[in-house]
């Protein structure tokens, strides 16, 4: 035999050895479903069609891991009145296989998410949230689960912001490991046990960004936290992200074909599936599950209070807020966070479940007295503030709390800006 044909040989042998066998895989994923239990005034979304629209996808293609990217609670009535466990029981019918702890899933105290835990028919995974001793919280950090012939590695991940996004009282002795440095730890970790490795993500998109630079271990992340979704797939070097946008408006349906040997993508397809009522029938099991929790806040929010001559998005709510609070505590100028208000409010009638969609946080409306010189920049900008004059600045206490922390006495009782809301609707009867 020729020495050429010896590496031939050996070259071709090499090839089939490496190459590999491309497998294929699919991920359902949403993300930020804060607890929307019914589908929206234009008929989107709603855990009944959700879950029907998993099903029928799931039923097209074989190999399927579905996924949720955290915030799964926070935004509706049955979730603030009960505190989140009733969206971890009806969210138990979805067929979802992963979830990671999103900022709000801390809503309601860290002791709540043990209580999430036991109701979730799905694992919970959170890789970076521990205590002093290094103790998970959720216990688990990743799973590996062996779809279509390939071993798929799931990390769950929260933004190592989260110290900024969340109470410290409500994280309690929890606290986020840096991101960067966690992905890195639990890649190594999982080494060859695994073919494909998946990070199920709460985090923002230059969090992303950093992971997909940083991590070549990383092929897929599936992200939420960033309500805006993506009209597109990031990817970089071969590697991608996705997410949908928030509520259940969508689902995300990504098919891969994935090269075992070589542990890389050979090509991927992704699409948004939007759910609405037009499109899907309600599963039953689901529909019978939300309305037994909607049923029982219904005395409470489905009351009419007033009504809207139009649409106002959340960023046109915000004046309108504003004014609300200097009226109920009289103040001078008030400021309200975008981030704070979770909704806009329909044209027409307007119940009072649609100002707990608005602010479903249970916050306060507090107050402190600062000369104009004191002032955060975030109240003074676009004002025309003299700096020697004392005046009321009204706010809610999650951002008063920052602000406490930067030495601005804002007191810490006031009444609930929600009913501060549903009473200025009933006061002016017509939002214009
Ligand atoms: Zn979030």
Redesign the pocket.
Known sequence: MSILRIAFLLLVTSYFLHAGEVRSLTILHL??LHARLLPDDRKRGGFAYVAQAIRHEREKADGVLVMHG??LVQGTPVSTIFDGVPVYEVASQLGLDFHTL???EFDYGWHKIREFMNEASFTILSANVVNEQGKLLTGEAYRIREVNGIRVGVIGLL?DKLHS?TRTSLMGPWKTLPIIDTVRHYVDLIGDRADLIVVLA?IFPSEENSILRSNKGVSIIIG????GGQDDVKEYQGRICVKTRPYGRELGRLDVEFDVGNKRLVSYRWKRIPINTHQYLPDPVTMKLVQKWETRVAKIVDVPIGRSVRTLKRHELRQWIESAMIHAVDADIAYMNLGGIRDGLPEGEILARHIWNIMPFDNLVVTARLRGSELPKEVSTGRVISAEREYVVATNDFIAEKWRERGLPFKKDGPALRDVLINWVRQHKVVQ
């Open positions: 993300n930020d955290g915030d999103g900022n709000h933004t996004l709460h939420g936290h960033h309500h």
